[in-house]
């Protein structure tokens, strides 16, 4: 049994995965905000804990029957009272509806969107294009001849990528994992 342990290395990160997710995320936040905004304007001093919004709508109307207790001598039902008290749900409830859909989603991390080379064949592989990389800037820079992205890419196919949006060269995930050509 091999007691040496292999150290997995990041080849690629999903950044539009990424970003998007964190996008998710703040709109999630941003619904608990206004939720907070809300349930304030129409039960000012009121104390708002994490719990609450396990039911958003249940626990406003608890909030609502106990703010109003002395004054409900009818003991209507939450729903009603808030009626009578005029009270306009209707952002609250629009709120409610965009954080019920939002309610499972997590912070993303950036290791969620990475793919990693986790095996000795597919760190070689991963070692071999970062210093075919290295060789390419290494050589660019020594000479001051620039080298073509389209004709780099070209030659060495299915083993390197050009990010046009960092204007770097990158190993090919699809290579490092497999080994396979495209």
Known sequence: MNATTIERKAITID??????????YSNKIQ????IKKEVLKLI?????????????MDNFYKALLHK????????????????LLELDLS????????YTKLKTVVSP??????????TEEEIT??????????TIYDVEHKTGVKAYPFDVTKAFRRILNFNVRTNKYEANTYWVKT????
């Open 15 to 24: 950044q539009r995965g990424f970003a998007k997710e964190i996008e998710v």
């Open 31 to 34: 619904a608990k905000q206004n």
């Open 44 to 56: 000012p001093k009121y104390r708002i804990n994490d719990s609450f919004f396990d039911n958003v």
């Open 68 to 83: 109003y207790k002395k004054e409900n001598t009818l003991n209507l039902k939450a729903e009603k009272l808030a009626e």
């Open 91 to 98: 952002n609250l409830k629009r709120f409610n509806e965009v």
């Open 109 to 118: 991390t950036e290791e969620t969107f990475t793919t990693y080379a986790e």
């Open 125 to 134: 592989r991963l070692q071999q294009c970062e210093k075919l990389i290295e």
């Open 179 to 182: 080994g396979k050509n495209i």
